[in-house]
């Protein structure tokens, strides 16, 4: 049987390793850190655990299409599943505003609020509601192998979504929020913008487009556990402190991989689920870059990164913040200095609807902003800087939200701060990106690379982002190798 060798056990990576195994290949995973999930991750500190990836899981519902792969990859078994009805209350000077992740409820709120804005409300809705388009696609075929048929289906689907492309392909969030003649709802929008950098009027129904997709029990950690479990069942084997420096090329065709204290890995296939930017400008010494690849680094905007402080606090705070919103977002009277920029929201998330994230009667608190990594690479190599950074933001951070629940000061157990660098060192993502590119759909980005045999590429820096779209990626790539062996692709589920 070929064997095939997986570089980074992130969820592309698990995924691939899990439907390699299901077609009887004899499979590796090589990982840098010493865990599964790469981004899908949690830490535990003090009896607390802070979660930095699942906010909503697109097929957490057993209505939705991705929800096969998700039972396929043994993720969701057993597991309860937690829905919040509400994405985001955000406490304006104000006023306070609810958008429910149920349009028709969020549509009622919002006319509530601006009965005279009725018409760009109904537009917005109209956009959130074909958003779910985006997102349900049934992911089962991968795009190599469509046909003019597949294609034309596909297209059929996003049909209803051409206008907003043609009318706000362009516009920022500002432009969109200037559409209302109401001071709140102008105020509401404009707080979607992550940062400077980020200012796509796609970010609000994006935001906004939450029904059905719930949250894992356990979080990120437990959820990447999972499929590292389905994996050793099927007989697959991971490595972990694995990092891979090279992939080794015979005759034109991957042939293994070096690690980084020398170990060579012969394989028949060289799946690299890692950092796009490192398979191609280190593992692959830029080799096989084309004029297409080369540009798409060149150019193109990666989604920002992550600053988060997490917080163990010895209060119960689950009245304060309830458990049926994701985000409490709260305007400051003064603002928190990020990576240079102010922030005016304290974007606030409260984990008391799962009791594995907080001991009882206490309570987990994520308060993160979107931040680029730009700022932080410049100091790195000052290790005293950068301590100083992460404290004033510790220490700001806590003072806002003092402001927000007298006394949290004085209850908090543990603290962290995680950094767009913490991101890069555990994940090793181009400029700790969270997603890759900005805007993965138009860019088409090859998961085969020309003059390399038996070398694929899969996860969010070939446009395959956000949890299924990582997972559908693992998925596709050994449907495309069973399809070369001449196999008929088989999966099952525990
Ligand atoms: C803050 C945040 C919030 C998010 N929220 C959501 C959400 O709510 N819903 C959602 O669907 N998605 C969300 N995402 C996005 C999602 O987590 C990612 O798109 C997805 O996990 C990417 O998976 P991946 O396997 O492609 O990449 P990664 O997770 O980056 O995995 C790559 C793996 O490769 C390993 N690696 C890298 N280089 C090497 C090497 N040289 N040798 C060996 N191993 C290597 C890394 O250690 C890592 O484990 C969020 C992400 C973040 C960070």
Redesign the pocket.
């Known amino acids: 049987m070929k064997k095939i060798v997986i570089?980074?056990?992130?969820?592309?990576?698990?995924?691939a390793g899990c439907y390699a195994r299901m077609n009887g290949y004899d499979t590796g995973i090589?990982?840098?850190?010493d865990?599964?999930?790469?981004?899908?991750?949690s830490w535990q500190r003090k009896g607390y655990t802070f979660d930095?990836?699942?906010?909503?899981?697109?097929g957490s519902s057993p209505q939705s299409p991705y929800y096969a792969i998700w039972r396929e990859l043994g993720a969701l078994q057993g597991k309860k599943i937690y829905y919040r009805d509400r994405t985001i209350s955000m406490f304006l000077k104000e006023q306070t505003i609810h958008f429910y992740n149920d349009p028709d409820m969020l549509e009622k709120e919002l006319k509530r609020i601006a009965p005279q804005d009725g018409p760009v409300i109904d537009e917005l809705m109209d956009c959130v509601r074909k958003f779910y388009l985006f997102c349900e696609i049934p992911p089962m075929k991968p795009k190599e192998l469509f046909t003019i048929f597949d294609t034309l289906k596909m297209l059929k689907t996003f049909a209803p979504f051409m206008s907003f492309l043609k009318k706000y392909g362009k516009a920022t969030i500002d432009d969109f929020a200037d559409l209302f003649t109401s001071p709140i709802l102008r105020k509401a929008m404009k707080a979607f913008r992550f940062d400077s950098s980020s200012n796509d009027f796609f970010a609000v129904p994006f935001s906004l487009a939450t029904r059905d997709?719930g949250f894992p029990e356990g979080g990120?950690g437990s959820f990447a556990q999972s499929i590292e479990r389905r994996f050793a069942g099927l007989g697959g084997t991971i490595r972990y402190g694995?990092?891979?420096?090279k992939v080794l090329v015979e005759n034109g065709k991957a042939a293994g991989?070096r690690?980084?204290d020398g170990t060579e890995v012969p394989a028949d296939i060289v799946i690299?689920?890692?950092?796009g930017r490192?398979?191609h400008f280190?593992?692959l010494e830029g080799k096989y870059l084309d004029k297409k690849i080369r540009l798409i680094y060149e150019t193109e905007s990666v989604m920002p990164?992550?600053v988060?402080v997490s917080i163990g606090v010895n209060m119960d705070l689950s009245e304060r913040f309830s458990p049926s919103a994701l985000y409490f977002i709260h305007e400051l009277d003064e603002p928190v200095t990020i990576s240079g920029e102010e922030r005016n929201y304290l974007q606030i998330e409260h984990y008391s609807f799962d009791p594995s994230f907080a001991p009882p009667g206490k309570s987990t608190l994520v308060i993160?902003f979107f931040s680029q990594a730009a700022y932080w690479e410049r100091l790195r190599g000052d290790r005293e800087a950068y301590r100083r950074e992460k404290k004033r933001i510790e220490t700001t951070v806590v003072s806002r939200l003092e402001k927000i629940i007298p006394g949290v000061s004085e209850k908090i157990e543990t603290i962290d701060v995680a950094t767009p660098l913490t991101?890069v060192r555990?994940?090793?993502?181009w400029q700790?990106?969270?997603?890759?590119f900005t805007k993965p759909f138009t860019l088409n980005i090859p998961r085969t690379l020309r003059g390399l045999k038996d070398f694929y590429m899969?996860?969010?820096?070939v446009g395959?982002?956000?949890?299924?779209?990582?997972a559908g990626?693992?998925r596709d790539i050994v449907q495309l190798i069973c399809r070369k062996d001449g196999r008929k692709f088989k999966t099952s589920a525990p």
Not at 52 to 58: F, G, K, P, Q, R
Not at 272 to 275: E, I, K, N, P, R
Not at 458 to 461: T, Y
């Open positions: 570089i980074g056990g992130g969820i592309a990576g698990l995924s090589f990982e840098m850190h865990r599964p999930g790469g981004l899908c991750t930095i990836c699942i906010h909503w899981l697109v997709y990120s694995a990092k891979v420096e991989i690690l980084a690299s689920a890692a950092d490192a398979t280190g593992m990164s992550y988060q993160a991101i555990y994940t090793g993502n700790g990106s969270i997603m890759g899969a996860g969010q820096w395959d982002s956000g949890l299924p779209g990582a990626s693992g």
